[in-house]
């Protein structure tokens, strides 16, 4: 009974939610997926009165069988009280018929708070139990998963994390949020090449059996905080439910009636727990997917091949900038009927030779539940500048990229209410949000942000503020064939 989670790729591998979340991503490179998602059904009608907190335990326990509800009483306490610089943890701004979760009022400013204060929580519930067993975390960052995983992780007992990130690829902020990263578990390392290199890199580490056999000697396995585990994208399931109960709760719709959610999208993980909460019941009419000039994911969405075979764009939407969306293989999974056999071929079509194409059928039945669209980055300023004259409103460039996608498939479609989701803090990006509304910033990013709210008024996050006063702990810059070696050195150090 508890053993429900399986691979995308393997139907006979089975394993409980526990199980799952320590691994992270299965051993044949698929991801865990839960079969009878679709037969479960929110509560919806008493979720309407719940807070936060109380929605996030009844999806946990709805997800996570094998935890018991003390364990998640204490796991949602653990990674949302006090942590969020708001009481609703994801609050709702509307202007006139623009409604935008805030999803950027965790500790590190950007959405992946969300997920990884919760993923540490239920990863050292689980280790409770294998007693003398200990955890590496590899990550791969695109700069905001980095700092918020180091952040969910600090010196949490018997795991440590290293996270590379690509060293042209952050934002100055990001890199510097992740360098200043305390905690006697904690290491930070730049890697020659862009996001996709970091990510394929952390995957071959991830993957390399002979690697995992030694560690196994001390006791000592790897595990990712990539959106790949299910430990993080459980919990996003829950804004969405916010979301649309606080729409309820102001009068704006009617309990099950069906909205659109526009989310921009990267590595597909936000926009899936967006199909998960629709899977369960969620009455979701559109998945607006939002991407920027890396639109890998428009091009699948509107022609069936995916494919990954193209320049890759530096935007200012760095969040964003990303080839290969891990997270859509668990669409394609649920879509084709849980075809591990088809997805496990795709997959190995998108290893060799960079792209795939799936069934027309089956594209049709993913363009039932989500529609495409991007924004490039000068469209992108158009869109941050023209909102803020109008409403006083200030967004980051990635919400932006969707607050232009999401207009523009509001043409044809006036009938659904929009949420649009904000996934981080203006701050977090601020020479880009500061010269699309003013003129271009000379100063450093801190003179900017300063800039930035003493113009706009919006006021700068207090993790953000503080930044500037800590010291550089990580200074190391690696080629990525030297992964390995490194890996092996710091787990060592860390966990030995
Ligand atoms: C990670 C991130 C995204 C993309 O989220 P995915 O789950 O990878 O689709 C978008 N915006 C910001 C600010 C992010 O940090």
Redesign the pocket.
């Known amino acids: 009974m508890d053993k429900m989670y399986r691979s995308t790729r393997n139907k006979e591998l089975v394993l409980s939610a526990k199980e799952a979340i320590l691994k992270g991503i299965a051993d044949d490179g698929g991801l865990f997926v839960y079969d009878e998602l679709d037969q479960i059904s929110l509560p919806l009608k008493d979720m309407m009165d719940m807070t936060y907190e109380q929605m996030a335990e009844v999806v946990l326990t709805l997800l996570l069988p094998d935890f018991k509800e003390e364990e998640i009483k204490q796991c949602v306490k653990a990674a949302y009280e006090k942590q969020f610089d708001d009481e609703h943890i994801t609050p709702l701004y509307s202007y006139q018929d623009t409604h935008i979760l805030e999803l ?1 009022h965790g500790p590190t400013c ?3 708070d969300i997920g990884l204060r919760m993923l540490p929580q239920l990863m050292s519930t689980a280790l409770k139990g294998h007693d003398e067993e200990k955890i590496m975390i590899l990550t791969a960052t ?4 980095g700092k918020a995983a180091l952040a969910g992780f600090c010196d949490v007992e018997r795991i440590g994390i290293t996270v590379f990130y690509p060293k042209e690829g952050v934002s100055s902020i990001q890199q510097l949020q992740m360098t200043t990263q305390e905690g006697k578990n904690t290491c930070v390392c730049a890697l020659e090449g862009n996001f996709d290199d970091a990510q394929s890199s952390v995957k071959k580490v991830l993957h390399d059996a002979s690697f995992a056999q030694e560690l196994k000697q001390s006791k000592i396995s790897f595990s990712s905080a990539n ?1 790949i585990n299910i430990g993080r994208l459980i919990p996003q399931i829950v804004y969405y439910i916010y979301a649309y109960k606080e729409l309820v709760r102001q009068g704006k719709i009617k309990l099950m009636e069906e909205v659109n959610f526009c ?10 727990a967006g199909y998960y909460a629709k899977l369960m019941g969620l009455p979701i009419h559109k998945l607006i997917v939002a991407s920027n000039a890396n639109h890998v994911l428009y091009d699948f969405l509107t022609s069936g091949v995916y494919d990954r075979n193209r320049p890759f764009h530096k935007t200012i ?1 760095p ?2 900038d ?1 080839l290969i ?1 891990s ?1 859509l293989e668990r669409l394609l999974y649920y879509k084709s009927g849980k075809n591990a056999a088809y997805i496990q071929m795709l997959m190995e079509r998108l290893e060799t030779r960079g792209s795939y194409r799936v069934e027309d059928e089956l594209l049709k039945d993913i363009q039932n539940d989500f529609v495409g669209g991007y924004c490039d980055d000068e469209q992108c300023a158009r869109e941050i500048k023209a909102f803020y004259e109008q409403s006083g409103y200030v967004m ?1 460039p ?1 919400t932006a990229t969707g607050y232009k996608v999401m207009r523009e498939y509001a043409r044809q479609d006036k009938e659904h209410v929009c949420i649009l989701l904000s ?2 803090s203006p701050y ?1 990006f601020a020479p880009s949000v500061y010269q699309a509304l003013f003129k271009t910033c000379n100063m450093d990013e801190f003179a900017c942000m300063e800039e930035l709210e003493r113009k706009s008024g919006a006021a700068i996050p207090q993790a953000l503020r503080e930044l500037k006063e800590k010291a550089v702990r990580h200074h190391d810059v690696i080629e990525k064939d030297a992964m390995r070696e490194y890996v092996k050195n710091k787990t060592k150090e860390i966990l030995l």
């Open positions: 950027f950007a959405f992946k695109s700069g905001d998963t959106s989310v921009p999208t990267g590595n597909f993980g936000n926009v899936l939407s969040s964003m990303i969306s997270n980051d990635h996934t981080a977090k």
